[in-house]
């Protein structure tokens, strides 16, 4: 009888280990989803932000440019840099609750400097940051506190 119990013992453990595989197997493949699809999001909103040039090629001016532009040209700027960096705020949370690795939020993050990256931009930054996260603000402005002028525009315009 003794034998049974230490056999059914045995049985029993081995289903449990068993189980605890099997578990630890579902959690991870949840895991791989769940990254999977906030990779999916960063996606589509760097889509729809690029998609906003494409339908506003004019932002690119208003963004370099150091000519006087309208009223509508600088509104459709403003909100398109809080919109670019709500979305890089909500990476930041992403990447900080362990849901976006290191090296996916540090590719999306180098957006900031894009957007930011201009004189125009550094002064819709400080009149809009009040709108964001406290510790965001504190890791953008450390971010682009030395960092020069993006050269992009200046790069782009050349080619033919």
């Known amino acids: 009888m003794t034998a049974l119990f230490a056999w059914l013992e045995a049985a029993s453990s081995l289903a449990v280990l068993i189980t605890l595989i099997y578990l630890a197997r579902q959690v991870h493949q949840e895991n791989l989803l769940l990254r999977s699809e906030a990779r999916q999001a960063l996606v589509t909103t760097d889509q729809e932000h690029i998609n906003r040039f494409i339908d506003h090629p004019d932002l690119a001016k208003t963004f370099a440019g150091k000519e006087p532009v309208t009223e509508d040209e600088l509104t459709r700027m403003n909100f398109w840099i809080i919109a670019s960096l709500r979305a890089r705020e909500h990476e930041w949370a992403q990447y900080n609750a362990g849901a976006l690795d290191k090296e996916t939020w540090f590719a999306y993050s180098q957006v ?6 201009t004189e125009r931009a550094l002064q819709y930054w400080a009149a809009c940051k009040m709108f964001f996260d ?3 603000v504190e890791y953008v402005d450390g971010m682009i ?3 020069p002028p993006a050269d ?3 790069k782009v315009k050349h080619i033919t």
Do not use: V
């Open 152 to 154: 992009y525009w200046d």
């Open 112 to 117: 900031i400097y894009f957007t930011l990256g």
């Open 145 to 147: 506190k030395d960092a």
């Open 134 to 136: 406290a510790a965001f």
